[in-house]
Nanobody, 123 residues
Framework: VHLVESGGGLVQAGGSLTLSCTAS????????MGWYRQRPEKQRELVAR???????GYADSVKGRFTVTRDYGANTVSLQMRDLQSEDTAVYYC??????????????????WGQGTQVTVSS
């Protein structure tokens, strides 16, 4: 599965950006899709995700400002970001996971990542 992101860029504090990610077709359906980010000198962290049933989860730092949506038919996930702040500056990565099971064998989890897109918020 390949994930292709778009929509990053430079924005002033208080502004908005929308990130989009499209997953290539797969024989097996994707489980969760979402977004992670890696800020300078920080570890990669979960920003927002959408589960297979439409359940969503957000990092506390983005609740009320970011909205994650998913189109199951088109295999896309988007992240609408508003009221961006300098601390949101990061490389944002699209993520998807997938569970596979062959016959009676064990369930295998695969994780897929996009190439990352830079979001820079100027103060």
């Amino acid at each position: 599965v390949h994930l292709v992101e778009s929509g990053g860029g430079l924005v002033q504090a208080g502004g908005s950006l929308t990130l989009s990610c499209t997953a290539s077709k797969s024989q097996f359906r994707l489980n969760a899709m979402g977004w992670y980010r890696q800020r300078p000198e920080k570890q990669r962290e979960l920003v927002a995700r959408v589960g297979p049933g439409g359940d969503t989860g957000y990092a506390d730092s983005v609740k009320g400002r970011f909205t994650v949506t998913r189109d199951y038919g088109a295999n896309t996930v988007s992240l609408q970001m508003r009221d961006l702040q300098s601390e949101d500056t990061a490389v944002y990565y699209c993520h998807a996971d997938q569970y596979l099971q062959y016959g009676q064998g064990p369930e295998i989890r695969n994780d897929y990542w996009g190439q990352g897109t830079q979001v820079t918020v100027s103060s």
